[in-house]
């Protein structure tokens, strides 16, 4: 596994969690844009958050503007999705992708790696 999303779980409405994507090669993503994308029930994968290489470039989808935050530890090659006031439609599989180059896009084809998923539901 080159890309590990951890850190999802069930949570009540209002609630927070905090995911994170570690690399097991430091080149994976250490000069890499990183996007956070998901997929509901019935749902086809979107993109949620994304950051820069050097952590400079951040963006958002709509949806979480406000409420979700994108880091990046580059001491520890570690990218965060701090989720805050989760509501019943952030219900989904979480994904961490690393893009081929050093800048983010919210299309899933600029990514070439992907983690297996974590599962992030939230009760109402």
């Known amino acids: 596994v080159q890309l590990q999303a951890s850190g999802g779980g069930l949570v009540q409405t209002g609630g927070s969690l905090r995911l994170s994507c570690a690399a097991s090669r430091r080149t994976l993503i250490s000069n890499n844009g990183v996007g956070w994308f998901r997929q509901g029930p019935g749902k086809e994968r979107e993109f949620v958050a994304g950051?820069?290489?050097?952590?400079?470039?951040?963006g958002y989808a709509d949806s979480v503007k406000g409420r979700f935050t994108i880091s990046r530890d580059r001491a520890t090659n570690t990218v965060y999705l701090h989720m805050n006031s989760l509501q019943p439609e952030d219900t989904a599989v979480y994904y961490c992708a690393a893009a081929r180059g050093a800048y983010y896009s919210t299309n899933s084809q600029a990514y070439n790696y992907w983690g297996q998923g974590t599962q992030v539901t939230v009760s109402s």
């Open positions: 950051i820069s290489w050097s952590g400079g470039g951040t």
